[in-house]
């Protein structure tokens, strides 16, 4: 994926649709610089502030982790917490208004390594009290594959082991969220492993994690009904909620970032609304959450593209449940206020 910035992206303007309709965005990130692929260099709060304030009515953002400033000493499992620290500064700067009327990082979620045990518990306590009224919760990706294309996030069978379990239960003691990236082969374990901790809130991102690259390309017939038995089975435990985007990264195989001009929200919206119908119908409109992902998937399309789109496919849903979609369903699991 090439990042051909925000001249390629202004070649397709559209006008805001429904730009009065209240918005949180559940996920996002923010960093310094980041060399990894797609290398970005600053995401940071004038970014995000420029792209969701191209026109919609977005109140409120939640932050997801990404390695972003993290302690560069002391305990290895306790570095994570400068991410919180430093993103408790931004939501900090966010909250005066400085930067337009969005309350960014409204809530935040950090990373712990969950493998770690009841050993999670003090990591966990640090950020509560780094980010006492954002802090969430962590993502902990188990996604594993093996395909050398896709990028392993954690050993094989991470939701299956004890101290990942265990892990899992100390966060839903503390009352916080886990959120979740995995590929979509890996739906069933995570079924099987919601079942095992069922007062835990789970977070699925990225649309359970369809994969259409590797040895998963040009095999859609079978690709995507694998797809939706897991989606199906994850939809079949009340602890988990589901994000509805993401779907700009490569791995989804669309390739929107070769245009020679960027893809429209019609367009785009006939492509992700099977896709997205598909998880609401499964999962319910009060279970779902609308995500930009931002700025991971800027390659593919622009922010306001991006809702634009998400406007289109859920035009068909009644007022309460597109409530729910945009906004609601994230003030609940986040535990957000306007």
């Keep these: ?9 202004a070649q397709t303007v559209e006008e805001t649709l429904e730009p009065d309709l209240p918005i949180c965005d559940t996920h996002h990130h923010f960093w310094v610089s980041r060399p990894e692929p797609p290398a970005y260099q600053r995401y940071l709060l004038p970014e995000l502030s420029a792209d969701v304030g191209s026109g919609h009515n977005v109140r409120s953002t939640v932050f997801i982790e990404v390695r972003c400033e993290y302690r560069q000493d ?4 306790m570095r994570p917490v400068g991410e919180v620290e430093y993103i408790e500064t931004i939501a900090g700067e966010a909250a005066t208004g400085s930067h337009g009327p969005t309350k960014a990082a409204a809530a935040i979620i950090g990373h712990a390594d969950l493998k770690l045990g009841d050993a999670a518990r003090p990591v966990l306590e640090a950020m509560v009290a780094a980010s006492p009224g954002r802090f969430r919760g962590v993502r902990h990706s188990t996604g594993w594959d093996a395909s050398p294309e896709l990028v392993q996030r954690d050993i094989r069978g991470a939701l299956s082991t004890a101290g990942y379990r265990a892990g899992a239960r100390v966060m839903a003691e503390m009352g916080l969220v886990l959120e979740n990236s995995l590929y979509h082969p890996q739906l069933p374990e995570l079924a099987e492993f919601a079942r095992a901790v069922p007062d835990l809130t789970i977070v699925l991102n990225h649309i359970g994690g369809l994969v259409r690259v590797g040895p998963y390309a040009n095999r859609d017939d079978e690709v995507l009904p694998a797809w939706r038995r897991g989606v199906a089975e994850v939809a079949q435990c009340p602890n988990v909620v589901i994000k ?6 490569v791995r989804y195989g669309y390739n929107w970032d070769d245009r020679e001009t960027p893809i429209g929200s019609e367009e785009l919206a006939g492509t992700l609304g099977p896709l997205m119908n598909y998880c609401i119908e499964q ?3 009060d279970r779902c959450m609308f995500e930009s992902n931002f700025p991971v998937d800027k390659p593919s399309y622009s922010y306001n593209v991006l809702f634009n789109a998400f406007k289109r496919l859920s035009a068909g849903y009644t007022a309460t449940e597109r409530a729910a979609l945009f906004h609601d369903t994230a003030m609940r699991v986040y535990g957000i206020s306007d």
């Design 1 to 9: 994926m090439v990042l051909k910035g925000e001249d390629w992206l």
């Design 74 to 77: 002391g305990p290895e499992e």
């Design 244 to 249: 509805l985007g993401g779907v700009g990264q």
């Design 283 to 285: 999962f319910g409109p």
